[in-house]
C-alpha cells in the first residue's frame, strides 16, 4: 500500500496552561460535558449524561485499576532513584498474574535518576514490608522484586509503597487524595499505570439515571501504559510506533457486542481500543481459527478485510467456545488515526486531550474535521482539559477521513 501522509501539525491546538484542570472537581459528575451529535453541540453537566443517550444503548467500561506504579529508594549517599513500573516480565507477562506474585518479581521499568544507580540493592521499608530492588539489565531496564513477608503479593507490597502515577504534564506532587481520584469507582483489576479517565466522572447516582432509563452496562479490561503519553514526534504520524497494552475479554462481552440495534457507547479511548481490538481479532479468525489475539498497529490497513461486525464477534465466541474459556486475554498496539473505519462503538465518551498526541489522532478519526469545532467550542466555553478536565459525549461521523 502506499504510505499515508498524515501531518500531526494539523491536529494540533493552542491549549493555554491555565486550562489544564490540577485537580479533580469536589464532585465527580460536576464536570462539564459537550454533547456532539450530527455538528451539532450542546453543554451540560454531567451527572445528566442518560438525558443525551437513547434507551437502547449499552455503554461498555474499563474496570482496569491503577496501581502506585511509582518507588522511591533512597541511596546510602542520599540520591533518589526511582522505579516506574511498565511491564511484568517474571514470573509471568500477564499483568493479573504479576501483581499476584509472591516473595519476588521482575519488571522492565522506567529508572529515574539511573546514573547515580550503580546497581546495589535498593531497600524501602513500611511497617513490617521489606522491599529490596535488584537491576537485572541496565540496557532493557530489566529489575527483580523481593520482599518480605513473602507470603504478600506484589499488588499488597506496592500498595504499601508506591506513589499514584499522576500524568506528567500535571507538574505537581502526588498529593494523598490522589490515590482515590485518580481512580474510576468500578476499577477492578490491578495493573494500569494511567487512569482510564473518562470514567473519572462516573458516580452512583450516574449508574442510577443509567439504569432507570434501561441502558446497560458492561466491563471490559485494558490495562493503560504509560505509552498513553508518548508523544508522537515525527511529522507524518503514520511513521509513529504505538504501545501494546494487555486487554482481557469475557464471553459476556461477546455476547452483549452480537445483540443488533442497540448503540454502542465506548466510556473512553481505551474502551474504544479494545472494542476495535477485538473485532480485528474476529477478522483474523476468519481465515486462521487458531490466530492468537495480538493486534499490531497496522493490521487494520494493511491486507486485512473487514467482515461485517456480527461475524467477528461470532467468530471470537465460536473461539472461546471450541477452547472451553470464558475469558480471553490478548496484547494489542491498534492505532486509530484519520482514515480509519470504526466498525464497533457508535459514540465516544472522551475527555479533552493534548494536542498533536494519539488520543486526538483517534478523535480526529471518529468525528473527522468537526474535532476542531468541538475543542474551540470547549476552549470558548471555559472547558477544563486532560486527565482531571471535563468530559464530552461524541456520536460518530461518516467523516473518517482527514484532509
Known sequence: MTTPIIDINHYKYDLPADRIALHPLAERDHSNLLVYRES??????????SCHLPENSILFFNNTKVIPARLHFVKDTGALIEIFLLHPIAPSPIVALAMEATGQTQWQVVIGNAKRWNGQTLTRESGTTKLNVNLIDREQSIVSFDWEPREKTFAEVISSLGVTPLPPYLKREVEASDRERY???YSKHDGAVAAPT???H??????????EKKIQTDFVTLHVSAGTFQPVKVENAWEHVMHQEQIHITKANVLNLLQRDRTIVAVGT????TLESLYWY???LETDPAAEFFIGQRDPYIDSKAVPREKAFENVWKKMERDGVDTIQGETAIYLIPGYQFQ??????TNFHQ????LMLLIAAFIGEDWRKVYQQALDNSYRFLSYGDSSLLYRSNLNSSK
Do not use: E, M, Y
Open 40 to 49: 451539532n453541540i450542546a453543554h451540560d453537566r454531567f451527572h445528566q449524561l
Open 183 to 185: 481512580q474510576t469507582i
Open 198 to 200: 473518562a470514567g473519572l
Open 202 to 211: 462516573f458516580t452512583d447516582r450516574v449508574f442510577k439515571s443509567l439504569s
Open 270 to 273: 481505551t474502551s474504544l481500543r
Open 282 to 284: 474476529g477478522v483474523k
Open 344 to 349: 464497533t462503538a457508535d459514540a465516544l465518551i
Open 355 to 358: 494536542p498533536g498526541s494519539t
